[in-house]
């Protein structure tokens, strides 16, 4: 009886979880039941499966295989998006900066985009801008010009010393930057000379000259033989009486009663030599001659043979001695 | 506890552990998603979705527990937030009621319970193909035996035993199983 009472016909639980149970079938159950407490825990985990049936309906529909794959793509998806985002991130920054760069050297850097820039060493040169005007530059000076003159002025920048020769055009006024100066002209021709300590002189040969300086906006109009200086925060104008202040241009150097201490200053200033003067006697005398394309020991001849004195070179420095004492000496 | 966490070891996730995670626990978790949200393809994707995170974050991932906890806990609350934003659909009501207060306590008994039913239906899936079939007709399509019977061109007899067969089965492989925790559960529900 014990033996029945632990054992349960599969068709009678069944038929209690189907409640389709008969008495026979209850009774027997009950009597299982009541037989072990392991029984009880049994059924309620038979019940539990029996009920189960629709929640577990839902691992049916889940395709594992299906979803993993999906699960896959996505993320090579994502990882490729990321990693697509994160590249076009740097690339676009990149570019960003390299486009910024190349307009930013584009505007400023001479020679690289729409400014050009000339820079002459030991030698003098002559440059024809893109509207037709001659620059001659001398020794060691730099320009500084746009290759195509596209907006409303013509501007330039110059260091060192230059002569122009403007071509007219009334519409577009032609504007050089150099030291302090900004000078303005129309069409016209005229020497442009930074000096040390700040100086800046333009030499008008034609034409008329505006001539500002850049920090007291202060203006001056030149025209033909006068010379506008750019000191400090002073512009003045004068007569030029510099025969030849465009002489390392025309390589023609001519004094008309010049006093000596000018021949030796123009002298300095073309050959680039230094000359002291021991002689007092050419103090109060003025010189008169023209050289063309003279090499200095010409000239230094023919001052020699004129004023009787002694000339002695050494290198770029020229001694300058009455001969007579020279001699005693 | 301290000490615990200073033996702690940081799992490195490979691809291999991942897709072992997700063959020991993708089914529990959706099911588990689509207990709150009633919403089988929302769950899937919400499922889907945590584990693409941590296939794609594999290097970054810390997992402070365990994997399992891991992932349980994301996808509980990536549900959360989900039912949050459904929260004007008057059908979900219910589930913020639960949702916010004693939401772990609660939480982790639904979890329990997919867990079970989870390995109930695995059970289900090793009894032999007919009675399976047979199993599956009655307690989840809800066909009458008569109507399988029918439906299959057997005797209604026969349908009767298969399903007396299924339940055995089960009684053996998953009963002992079912009746602890439905013992733990009965004791936790009288506490």
């Not at chain 2, 057997?154 to 089960?170: D, G």
């Amino acid at each position: 009886m014990k033996q029945n009472n632990q054992y349960i016909d599969e068709q009678v639980l069944k038929a209690i979880l189907e409640e389709t149970s008969s008495d026979m079938e209850q009774l027997q159950f009950q009597e299982w039941i009541a037989a072990n407490s392991a029984n009880e825990a049994t059924f309620l985990s038979l019940q539990k499966i029996w009920k189960s049936g629709k929640a577990i309906e839902v691992f049916q529909n889940i395709d594992e295989t299906a979803d993993w794959e999906i699960i896959k793509t996505k993320s090579r998806k994502t990882i490729k998006l990321k990693k697509v985002n994160l590249f076009m991130r740097y690339a676009a920054t990149v570019l960003i900066l390299l486009s910024l760069s190349l307009v930013y050297l584009y505007q400023t850097t001479p020679g690289f985009g729409k400014y050009s820039q000339y820079k002459s060493m030991q030698t003098k040169n002559k440059i024809v801008l893109a509207d037709g005007t001659q620059v001659y530059l001398n020794k060691e000076s730099k320009i500084i010009y746009p290759k195509y003159f596209n907006s409303k002025v013509r501007n330039v920048e110059m260091i060192g010393e230059a002569y122009f020769q403007v071509k007219p055009n009334p519409t577009k006024p032609f504007i050089i930057k150099s030291g302090d100066a900004i000078i303005e002209v129309l069409g016209t021709s005229f020497n442009v000379k930074n000096e040390t300590d700040g100086i800046t002189i333009v030499s008008v040969n034609s034409g008329k000259v505006s001539l500002k300086n850049r920090e007291t906006q202060e203006v001056v109009y030149l025209t033909k033989g006068e010379k506008g200086v750019i000191q400090k925060q002073k512009v003045s104008e004068s007569k030029n009486e510099e025969l030849n202040f465009n002489a390392w241009k025309t390589n023609v150097l001519t004094f008309k009663n010049t006093p000596m201490a000018t021949v030796f200053s123009d002298l300095e200033n073309y050959y680039g030599v230094k000359i002291t003067n021991k002689s007092v006697k050419l103090d109060t005398l003025t010189y008169t001659n023209s050289f063309s394309n003279a090499p200095i020991g010409k000239v230094i001849d023919e001052l020699e043979l004129l004023l009787k004195i002694h000339i002695m070179q050494k290198g770029n420095h020229l001694i300058i001695s009455d001969e007579k004492k020279q001699i005693k000496n | 506890m301290e000490h615990a966490l200073k033996n702690q070891q940081f799992e490195n996730l490979t691809e291999t552990r991942i897709e072992e995670l997700f063959k020991e626990h993708y089914s529990v978790l959706t099911a588990y998603a689509n207990k709150f949200l009633s919403d089988l393809d929302d769950s899937r994707e919400i499922v889907q979705d945590v584990f693409v995170h941590l296939f794609d974050h594999r290097a970054a991932v810390k997992i402070h527990t365990s994997a399992k906890a891991h992932l349980y806990t994301s996808v509980r609350n990536t549900c959360l937030n989900t039912i949050k934003q459904r929260k004007n659909h008057a059908t979900h009501h219910e589930n913020i009621k639960y949702l916010s207060s004693g939401f772990s306590l609660q939480a982790d008994k639904i979890l329990e319970q997919t867990e079970l039913e989870y390995a109930l239906f695995k059970a289900i899936d090793e009894l032999p193909e007919q009675c399976q079939r047979i199993f599956k007709l009655n307690r989840m399509d809800g066909f009458t035996n008569q109507e399988i019977a029918d439906q299959l061109g057997i005797s209604k007899r026969t349908v009767e035993t298969q399903i007396s067969k299924a339940l055995k089965s089960l009684r053996i492989t998953i009963g002992p199983m079912l009746a602890t925790l439905l013992i733990i559960s009965l004791f936790n529900a009288l506490k």
